[in-house]
């Protein structure tokens, strides 16, 4: 049973206000963080701000933290919910409070905090790590997979001050033995790469972006591609770190092409044919396993067209599906891509998050887990990886304490599966298919 919901703005890893809650049960109280984004897909649920406010530039959180305390936590409460068995029932109970289809009144944020702090609360209840708590919710099957992690470490698109269009360059030691094994790996290379961008642009090029990346002064994937397989290759794992590319393409679309010269005014339009050669031939020069939001969440065509030749990476849908079933299904209807990012606030509650995952993998989908560019200290994605068994996520560079808080949560669950005597293993070179292992 739920005693108390309280609720309170805290502040996120770019120093803007978010939605911190605790939840209260006989067990204790359980606290979640809602993190928000920066590149955001039109359709995600609604993150309510105080814009009309201009204190904190119109982004305080004073409306969605009333909205808990007052419109959510006393019918919540009065409802007698068990935290153990009712976190479908809780949820639901939320978005008819909320009554929209984009929980626009209450806010997504609001919802997803009681929601995430009601997870945990459940899993006190039922005295198993909030891992196994999801496992279960999800009904997905033993043993434990560990995950690829991906590591954002060279930052362009509204994640930095630089020129380059495309937000996300990412490495992932899929040759590692362990998730332990991948961070250590990531962790040298990340601090190699700083040298090698030291040494070609000057120190003050080391200055890292919102996810822990640096955002040296490159304009050009390939550059970015050739600093993260120099930096791959002195540390001695080539064939070991692959690369992802995030290009977030909505954020550069502009009346049906692509404008990679948006961050530095030079107008360098692409159209959606010339943007699938320029990934088809990074596809064939670099190491590239994954790629995410290579085209605009509404030009279906691209995505459509790319999909039928995209046979080397997994090709991910962030903006296309924002953690959606509608979206999900909308796109394995017509082929668009053939894995979905999860992001917990895009969609606003755990159990509408897990549906979406289900549902991708009814589709022989992957399943993506990812944090947000504007980040908590909250590592519920890390247990959420593992209960979900969805084979690889990212949550930036191995910098920043809101970054690297999941990657230590997730050698600690693996040490802690070792402990026990656990079945697991990791993803590896897998990680697309995780779920089916």
Same mark, same amino acid.
């Given at each position: 049973?739920?005693?108390?919901?309280?609720?309170?703005?805290?502040?996120?890893?770019?120093?803007?206000?978010?939605?911190?809650?605790?939840?209260?049960?006989?067990?204790?109280?359980?606290?979640?963080?809602?993190?928000?984004?920066?590149?955001?897909?039109?359709?995600?649920?609604?993150?309510?701000?105080?814009?009309?406010?201009?204190?904190?530039?119109?982004?305080?959180?004073?409306?969605?933290?009333?909205?808990?305390?007052?419109?959510?936590?006393?019918?919540?409460?009065?409802?007698?919910?068990?935290?153990?068995?009712?976190?479908?029932?809780?949820?639901?109970?939320?978005?008819?409070?909320?009554?929209?289809?984009?929980?626009?009144?209450?806010?997504?944020?609001?919802?997803?905090?009681?929601?995430?702090?009601?997870?945990?609360?459940?899993?006190?209840?039922?005295?198993?790590?909030?891992?196994?708590?999801?496992?279960?919710?999800?009904?997905?099957?033993?043993?434990?997979?560990?995950?690829?992690?991906?590591?954002?470490?060279?930052?362009?698109?509204?994640?930095?001050?630089?020129?380059?269009?495309?937000?996300?360059?990412?490495?992932?030691?899929?040759?590692?033995?362990?998730?332990?094994?991948?961070?250590?790996?990531?962790?040298?290379?990340?601090?190699?790469?700083?040298?090698?961008?030291?040494?070609?642009?000057?120190?003050?090029?080391?200055?890292?972006?919102?996810?822990?990346?640096?955002?040296?002064?490159?304009?050009?994937?390939?550059?970015?591609?050739?600093?993260? %397989?120099? *930096? +791959? @290759?002195?540390?001695?794992?080539?064939? &070991?770190?692959?690369? #992802?590319?995030?290009?977030?393409?909505?954020?550069?679309?502009?009346?049906?092409?692509?404008?990679?010269?948006?961050?530095?005014?030079?107008?360098?339009?692409?159209?959606?044919?010339?943007?699938?050669?320029?990934?088809?031939?990074?596809?064939?020069?670099?190491?590239?396993?994954?790629?995410?939001?290579?085209?605009?969440?509404?030009?279906?065509?691209?995505?459509?067209?790319?999909?039928?030749?995209?046979?080397?990476?997994?090709?991910?849908?962030?903006?296309?599906?924002?953690?959606?079933?509608?979206?999900?299904?909308?796109?394995?209807?017509?082929?668009?891509?053939?894995?979905?990012?999860?992001?917990?606030?895009?969609?606003?509650?755990? %159990?509408? *998050? +897990? @549906?979406?995952?289900?549902?991708?993998? &009814?589709?022989?989908? #992957?399943?993506?887990?990812?944090?947000?560019?504007?980040?908590?200290?909250?590592?519920?994605?890390?247990?959420?990886?593992?209960?979900?068994?969805?084979?690889?996520?990212?949550?930036?560079?191995?910098?920043?304490?809101?970054?690297?808080?999941?990657?230590?949560?997730?050698?600690?669950?693996?040490?802690?599966?070792?402990?026990?005597?656990?079945?697991?293993?990791?993803?590896?070179?897998?990680?697309?298919?995780?779920?089916?292992?």
């Amino acid at each position: 049973m739920i005693r108390s919901i309280h609720a309170a703005q805290r502040l996120d890893s770019r120093g803007n206000p978010t939605v911190q809650v605790d939840v209260t049960t006989d067990k204790g109280t359980f606290r979640s963080l809602v993190p928000s984004g920066a590149s955001t897909g039109s359709r995600e649920a609604v993150e309510l701000r105080d814009t009309s406010n201009p204190a904190l530039g119109g982004k305080g959180v004073h409306t969605a933290v009333r909205n808990v305390e007052k419109a959510i936590a006393p019918h919540l409460i009065a409802q007698g919910f068990n935290v153990e068995t009712d976190l479908d029932k809780i949820d639901d109970f939320m978005k008819e409070l909320d009554g929209t289809k984009n929980k626009s009144k209450l806010g997504a944020n609001a919802i997803l905090g009681v929601s995430m702090a009601c997870a945990r609360a459940g899993a006190a209840s039922m005295g198993v790590p909030l891992y196994e708590y999801l496992r279960r919710q999800a009904n997905v099957k033993t043993p434990y997979i560990m995950p690829v992690p991906f590591f954002n470490v060279l930052n362009g698109g509204v994640h930095s001050g630089n020129a380059m269009a495309f937000q996300e360059f990412m490495i992932a030691p899929v040759g590692a033995e362990s998730v332990t094994d991948a961070i250590w790996m990531a962790a040298g290379v990340y601090h190699e790469l700083k040298k090698v961008i030291s040494t070609k642009f000057g120190t003050a090029a080391t200055g890292i972006g919102d996810e822990g990346g640096f955002a040296p002064p490159i304009v050009h994937p390939h550059e970015a591609l050739d600093l993260l %397989t120099t *930096a +791959i @290759a002195n540390c001695g794992y080539t064939g &070991k770190v692959q690369l #992802g590319i995030d290009p977030a393409a909505s954020e550069f679309f502009r009346d049906g092409n692509y404008d990679v010269g948006f961050k530095d005014k030079t107008s360098n339009v692409k159209t959606p044919q010339q943007m699938r050669e320029l990934y088809q031939s990074l596809l064939s020069k670099y190491p590239i396993v994954l790629l995410e939001d290579p085209f605009a969440e509404d030009d279906w065509q691209s995505w459509i067209d790319f999909n039928k030749e995209c046979n080397i990476a997994e090709l991910v849908g962030d903006d296309l599906l924002v953690t959606n079933v509608e979206r999900v299904q909308e796109a394995h209807e017509k082929k668009a891509c053939d894995a979905m990012l999860l992001k917990v606030n895009q969609i606003g509650t755990v %159990t509408e *998050a +897990i @549906a979406a995952a289900k549902l991708a993998y &009814k589709f022989d989908w #992957g399943v993506f887990v990812s944090h947000r560019s504007g980040e908590t200290t909250d590592d519920f994605i890390a247990d959420l990886v593992v209960g979900l068994r969805t084979g690889h996520l990212k949550s930036g560079a191995p910098c920043r304490g809101e970054r690297v808080v999941k990657y230590n949560r997730l050698m600690d669950i693996e040490a802690e599966l070792k402990a026990k005597g656990e079945g697991f293993s990791f993803a590896g070179s897998r990680f697309r298919k995780a779920q089916k292992l």
